[in-house]
């Protein structure tokens, strides 16, 4: 049975090993964003297919890859800013794998992905809902590594960088033509 205050003491007092707070920081919308995009589709009761949909739409997870890419004047989508290129590749993301592929439903969960990651309280009540959703099976992987140590993190994050995160997400702006399928064009 989920018992989130159980998880909760279960993971404190733990210490995590951070390299590069920044990359902690800008790999923390995507996965937010999957898990948001999971909970809304799945109308708040996790499915079978949840850890799936949740790895898939994040890039860390699904090719443990980063979630934005340093300039490089050699790439064209390097030269965007990275939270510019992290909703770009959300977005491309949530029209090529899960169900339910709709942009209108995009802008909707990143708009609450802001809401959550502007709270500390928000942010780590939805990491341990998917640490619970990720421990069934050959997913409980995800659920070990990089879950468990979000939850350990944002626990101790700024809550003011949050803000601020929260913040620029709110401004980024993607037209449908920066999506690169032309699939609105007139």
């Given at each position: 049975?989920?018992?989130?205050?159980?998880?909760?003491?279960?993971?404190?007092?733990?210490?995590?090993?951070?390299?590069?707070?920044?990359?902690?920081?800008?790999?923390?919308?995507?996965?937010?964003?999957?898990?948001?995009?999971?909970?809304?589709?799945?109308?708040?009761?996790?499915?079978?297919?949840?850890?799936?949909?949740?790895?898939?739409?994040?890039?860390?997870?699904?090719?443990?890859?980063?979630?934005?890419?340093?300039?490089?004047?050699?790439?064209?989508?390097?030269?965007?800013?990275?939270?510019?290129?992290?909703?770009?590749?959300?977005?491309?993301?949530?029209?090529?794998?899960?169900?339910?592929?709709?942009?209108?439903?995009?802008?909707?969960?990143?708009?609450?992905?802001?809401?959550?990651?502007?709270?500390?309280?928000?942010?780590?009540?939805?990491?341990?809902?998917?640490?619970?959703?990720?421990?069934?099976?050959?997913?409980?992987?995800?659920?070990?590594?990089?879950?468990?140590?979000?939850?350990?993190?944002?626990?101790?994050?700024r809550e003011r960088v949050l803000e601020v995160l929260a913040g620029e997400m709110e401004k980024v702006v993607v037209d449908e033509g920066e999506l690169g399928f032309d699939l609105f064009v007139n």
């Amino acid at each position: 049975m989920y018992d989130p205050l159980n998880l909760w003491t279960k993971l404190t007092g733990v210490v995590v090993l951070i390299e590069n707070v920044k990359d902690v920081y800008l790999n923390l919308p995507p996965l937010v964003f999957a898990i948001l995009y999971d909970k809304v589709t799945t109308l708040g009761i996790p499915t079978s297919e949840s850890p799936w949909t949740i790895s898939r739409l994040t890039p860390t997870l699904s090719s443990l890859s980063p979630a934005y890419l340093a300039q490089t004047p050699d790439i064209p989508f390097s030269t965007l800013p990275p939270l510019k290129q992290l909703k770009i590749a959300l977005f491309r993301r949530v029209l090529t794998y899960p169900l339910y592929r709709s942009l209108a439903l995009a802008e909707k969960v990143w708009g609450h992905s802001v809401q959550v990651v502007r709270g500390k309280r928000s942010l780590v009540r939805v990491l341990l809902e998917a640490r619970e959703i990720c421990m069934e099976g050959e997913w409980s992987v995800y659920g070990r590594i990089m879950i468990e140590d979000y939850v350990i993190w944002a626990q101790g994050c700024r809550e003011r960088v949050l803000e601020v995160l929260a913040g620029e997400m709110e401004k980024v702006v993607v037209d449908e033509g920066e999506l690169g399928f032309d699939l609105f064009v007139n």
